[in-house]
Structure formats: structure tokens, C-alpha cells
């Protein structure tokens, strides 16, 4: 591309091939009848929503309407509980748990007859409404897209629709309009900080890379996600992989780099298979390459792929991987802005960082910095999943507390259940408690009550959770992803998952909180990386606000939510039990014993603790003590 003025009559150009998801009074310059998005990430394709468009298309060539709509296989739309999601311009109609099996009828009323599929439409919850728009939910009354701002909106696999939506506008104004000095200060205007863990300020690393001299300067997207649970940078790769490129080529001319690399995990094939096209077209377009925008500034990017190594998102192991070696942390300093990649200057962010600086250039630093808290701005995006109505993506300003995400974007706990704890962070967080229920989420507020940001992994957890079950899973999840390099990660959350161990069984003493403590403050303070430095979170943070359930698990040899199978017993209720013998029959060790017709009773040294009598029983006789 030789200058801003052919990026400015292309995006007109190819605007008006997405009329029909702008304004609709702009729709009328369309020469398609329908537009059609089908969410086309990870998760609704695994809920068939591939087999939807087939089935689409078949439709719409029996009745002969192919010319006339326009099928568009977008990114994730974040509302994943209700997915595969299926948007029908010009009216913004939206479908929702969409099959194969109703392209026929989504055909022959909406599209033939102008009649609505009601069975297809969403129900609020609350009060029964049908609710016709996507964001008309309450799922998105709280939120503000600005990372998430296209997935849903875009074909990612077109370059065309990106730059129709004002892509690669802001890499145009940073070469041609900004110095380096000048992308710097936006940046730190803005309060932008990194989005992939704790929270370093964006502009502050890129300017320790611009002042360290060197021939080669390289930037690095970190899309190694690994949190349990967690998929925002995920989405935004399969939805929006162009806003990645673009920002990695603006840090590219901010600190004086001319390559880039995307490290992204062969676990995600779908977004691996969209950057490889991101990546080709933005060639094709002149906006990755030599002379850009007809500027002496050349840059270009490609990709490597981590096999799923935890480890390897901690960004000096990460580095480690890049160059081929085992994918090891390395001390710090020197840090990887002063010696990084091949032991040059590099800067590596996140996807969710990196998405949002063509906002920022575009919009300018003071929208960015107007929602949010004072030193928290802008957005952060969740990956919302755990005892939940609503699982999926969601964007909220900085500051909107847990009580709002959980309840009000969230839908609440399913069955009723009572709200217990949130884990944030991942293996890295820690567990909000109710206590903590309506404190403004950002940087400093997590960190003061035992927390962190993380990457953006929010578990949620009901009152059937035990929490000495939670630390535990979590520490053995970080046990099997420490790289061994030191030995109080490698030795110490081993001697950690021992103790936490030693509790769930019932063989836990007093003496061992004490020891899981200090043992826990030794691991913090020397661990060579962020991976053992943050692993005990889960468990300090279940011991600050959950201590009643360790001495229970300790004193009484109970676990009061019934999920330590050492300390939990099945009793069957003699008022309650009809004698049916479905339980006895369906126990695969036959614990279970009785006459037809009269109470029964359970063999407590052969039982298993399998649950299955419980599922088995039609009359809710058998409980758990």
C-alpha cells in the first residue's frame, strides 16, 4: 500500500460490503436482500454451527436465494451458554442454540415468508421477555467493547471487512503523523497496562526498548494462554486477528523493530490457521513489509508455535521456546527490553494489550482513560465460566465489581445456589470470597485482597465447592507445569500439594497450616519466575477467608461440602427410602443392601463414595454426611 490515501478508498471501497451491520438507514445502498452471521469460534463450532452453514447453504440454493444473502462466519459473539449464535441483518435478529436442522426453517419463514422463528429466539431469564437483539440482553448491558470490539462483528479471514471497519487507521496515522516519542506519550496517557498478568504499564516497557540501541529490535505477541478455563485471547485471534498484526507493527515503528513474532499454542488450530492468513493478506496489502504506507519503515511478522507448555507464558521461558531451547525462565535483569530475543531489545505483550492500541490511537488516550478507575482504565475482558448461567466472554470497564459480572452480566448461579467464591487469575489468583463480593475489580483492589488480575480466567464457585478442593486443584495443576529449573518451585509446591493432601484425606493436623504458610511465604519470595512466585495465591487466599472449612476438614474430619471423599459418608433416609432397590442395583461394588419395599442400608467400608446411588434415586432417600 503507497500511502494513506489508498487505505482511506479502500476502506470506502469495502464499507460497503458490510453496510447492512452498520446503520440502518446506510442499509438501502446494499444490493444483497439478507446478511447472515454465524459465530464461527471454537465453541460454536464444536456445536456444529460449521454443519449449520453447509446446511444454509443448501437451502439457500434450493430456493435460490445464493445471490441474495450474504453468509458471514465471524468470530465469537461472547455469549457462549447461548451459542452457536446466529445474527440476520438488516433487522439484527438473533438466534440462538442454532442446529443444521434449523437452516430449513430459519429459509422458509424468516428469509421466505418475513416470519420470525420463535422457538430459535432468546428468553430473558428474569421476566420471560423475548428479547429480539444480541445486545439487548442484560448479558451486555454492563459491558464496553473495545479488545472484543469486532469479534462478531467481522470476517476474520477478510482483510476487507478489518479495514472497512477502520483498520490499519491507526498504523497509517503512527507513520505518517506521529513520531516515536509522540505513540509514547498516547500511550501512557492512555494508563494503558499490560492485560496479561500484573499489570506493568504498557508504555513504560516499550520505552525501555526504544532507548536500548541495537541493530535488531523485536516484538512479541504472547498467545500462549494456559490459564485453566481461560480464552479471551483465543476468541480475539479467531475474530479479530488483523487488530493484533496492526498493533504489533505499531510497537514495531514505536521502539525501531522490524520483526515480530506471534507465539501462539498448536492447542488452538483455528486461530493458528486465521493468523496464517491475517499474516498473508496484510503481505498482499503493503501494510506488513518493506516501506509501509510508502514510509523507510519495514516490518513484518510470523508465527511459532508452543506445544503447551504452562511455563512458556511467563515471557523470558517464553523467549527461551522462540529460539528452540527448553522453554525455561531465565533471571531477570537483564530484562527482555534490554536483552530479549537472540539477546536483542524486545517487547512482549498479550493479545488483549495488543488489541487495544489502534483504539487508543484512533479514538485518542483520554476516550481510553474516561472509563475505568483512576489507575486501572479502560476495559478487561473475562473468560466467565464455573457455576454460572451465562458462561462466555465478557468486556467490562475497570472498577464493575464481581456482584455486577456474577449477577447481572452472568444471569447468577444456576438451581439457586448461594454465591461462594470467584477464582481470578487462574493457577496464579487467588479466591474472592463473598466478603469481597462488591469491590471495584482492578489492579490494586485484587492484589489488597489476596488476588490478581491474571490474564482474565473468573471461575465461579457455588456453595457445593470445597475450597480446600479448589487450593488443591490448582496446585496440582501448577506442580505439573513447573519447569523444575528452581528448586522452591519445583520442591516447595510438591511439600505444598502434600500437606493439602494430607488435609482432604482427614490426616491433616493444626500444625500443618502453620507449616503451609511459611512455606508458602518462602516459595513467593524465592521462585525464579511469576509461575512459583504466584503459586501459592489459591492457597493463601482460601486459608485467609475459608479457614472454617480447613479446621473442619482438621478438627472435625469433615468436609462440609461434601466433596472429600475420605471425610463424607452416604447415608440412606429410613422416613425417605421406598425399598425400590434402584439404588442397590445400580451400585457397582454392592455397597447397598436390603428388602424390596423396606429401608436400606449402606455397607460404609465398601462404599466408594461414587455418588451414583444418588443420581440413581428417584425420591432424594440417600444423602450425603
Request: aromatic share 8%; charged share 25%.
Amino acid at each position: 500500500m503507497e500511502d494513506w490515501n489508498e487505505l482511506k478508498e479502500l476502506r470506502n471501497t469495502y464499507r460497503q460490503l458490510i453496510l447492512m451491520r452498520l446503520k440502518d438507514e446506510e442499509t438501502s445502498h446494499v444490493d444483497l436482500e439478507k446478511e447472515i452471521l454465524v459465530c464461527a469460534g471454537t465453541g460454536c463450532i464444536s456445536s456444529k454451527s460449521s454443519e449449520f452453514v453447509d446446511s444454509l447453504k443448501e437451502e439457500l440454493e434450493k430456493n435460490h436465494l445464493t445471490d441474495q444473502v450474504n453468509i458471514v462466519k465471524t468470530g465469537c459473539f461472547g455469549l457462549c451458554a447461548q451459542g452457536p449464535i446466529v445474527i440476520i441483518y438488516p433487522e439484527g435478529i438473533f438466534y440462538h442454540q442454532v442446529q443444521p436442522k434449523h437452516a430449513k426453517k430459519i429459509v422458509s419463514d424468516h428469509l421466505l415468508k418475513g416470519k420470525l422463528v420463535e422457538k430459535l429466539l432468546y428468553h430473558d431469564n428474569d421476566n420471560k421477555e423475548i428479547i429480539n437483539k444480541l445486545m439487548d440482553t442484560p448479558f451486555y448491558h454492563k459491558q464496553k467493547r473495545v479488545a472484543l470490539r469486532n469479534c462478531g462483528r467481522i470476517d476474520p479471514e477478510k482483510i476487507e471487512e478489518y479495514i472497512a471497519f477502520d483498520g490499519y487507521q491507526a498504523l497509517a496515522k503512527v507513520v505518517n503523523e506521529y513520531s516515536r516519542d509522540e505513540v509514547l506519550e498516547i500511550l501512557k496517557a492512555s494508563g494503558l497496562r499490560g492485560r496479561g498478568g500484573a499489570g506493568f504499564p504498557t508504555f513504560m516497557k516499550w520505552s525501555f526498548a526504544k532507548a536500548s540501541t541495537s541493530d535488531q529490535k523485536y516484538v512479541i505477541c504472547n498467545a500462549d494462554e494456559g490459564d485453566p478455563g481461560a480464552f479471551m485471547d483465543r476468541s480475539v485471534l479467531e475474530g479479530d486477528p488483523h487488530a493484533v498484526i496492526e498493533a504489533m507493527a505499531i510497537a514495531g515503528y514505536t521502539i525501531g523493530a522490524s520483526q515480530g513474532y506471534i507465539y501462539v499454542r498448536a492447542e488452538y488450530p483455528i486461530a493458528v490457521n486465521r493468523l496464517k492468513i491475517a499474516i498473508k493478506q496484510a503481505r498482499e496489502q503493503g501494510v506488513l513489509g518493506n516501506h509501509i504506507f510508502g514510509s523507510d519503515f519495514s516490518f513484518d511478522l510470523d508465527l511459532r508455535l508452543g506445544a503447551g507448555a504452562f511455563v512458556c507464558g511467563e515471557e523470558t521461558a517464553l523467549l527461551e521456546s522462540i529460539e528452540g531451547h527448553r522453554g525455561e525462565p531465565r533471571p531477570r535483569p537483564p530484562f527482555p527490553a534490554v536483552k530479549g530475543l537472540f539477546g536483542k531489545p524486545t517487547i512482549v505483550n498479550n493479545v488483549e494489550t495488543l488489541a487495544n492500541i489502534s483504539q487508543i490511537i484512533i479514538k485518542g488516550p483520554e476516550w481510553f482513560a474516561s472509563f475505568g478507575t483512576e489507575k486501572s482504565t479502560g476495559t478487561k475482558v473475562f473468560a466467565l465460566g464455573g457455576k454460572i448461567q451465562n458462561t462466555g466472554l465478557v468486556e467490562i470497564p475497570m472498577g464493575t465489581t464481581l456482584r455486577e459480572i456474577v449477577e447481572d452480566i452472568g444471569g447468577g448461579i444456576p438451581n439457586g445456589k448461594q454465591f461462594k467464591a470467584a477464582q481470578t487469575g487462574g493457577p496464579s489468583g487467588g479466591c474472592i470470597s463473598q466478603v469481597n463480593y462488591d469491590v471495584p475489580i482492578d489492579y490494586e483492589n485484587l492484589k489488597e485482597i489476596g488476588s490478581m488480575m491474571g490474564s482474565g480466567g473468573l471461575i465461579v464457585m457455588d456453595e457445593d465447592n470445597c475450597m480446600v478442593d479448589i487450593a488443591k486443584f490448582f496446585l496440582e495443576f501448577t506442580v505439573e507445569e513447573s519447569c523444575g529449573k528452581c528448586v522452591p518451585c519445583r520442591v516447595g509446591t510438591k511439600r505444598l500439594l502434600e500437606l493439602l493432601e494430607k488435609i482432604t484425606m482427614g490426616n491433616g493436623t493444626l500444625e500443618d497450616l502453620d507449616k503451609m504458610e511459611e512455606l508458602c511465604q518462602h516459595i513467593q519470595e524465592n521462585s525464579l519466575c511469576g509461575l512459583g512466585q504466584t503459586a501459592p495465591n489459591p492457597v493463601l487466599s482460601t486459608l485467609r477467608y475459608f479457614k472454617d472449612e480447613y479446621l473442619a476438614h482438621i478438627q472435625e474430619r469433615r468436609c462440609p461440602a461434601g466433596v472429600c471423599k475420605n471425610l463424607i459418608q452416604y447415608r440412606i433416609l429410613p422416613d425417605k427410602c421406598t425399598g425400590c432397590r434402584a439404588c442397590a442395583k445400580g451400585c457397582p461394588v454392592s455397597a447397598i443392601s436390603g428388602e424390596a419395599k423396606r429401608a436400606h442400608e449402606i455397607d460404609q467400608s465398601i462404599c466408594t463414595k461414587c455418588g451414583l446411588c444418588i443420581d440413581t434415586c428417584r425420591y432424594d432417600a440417600i444423602t450425603v454426611l
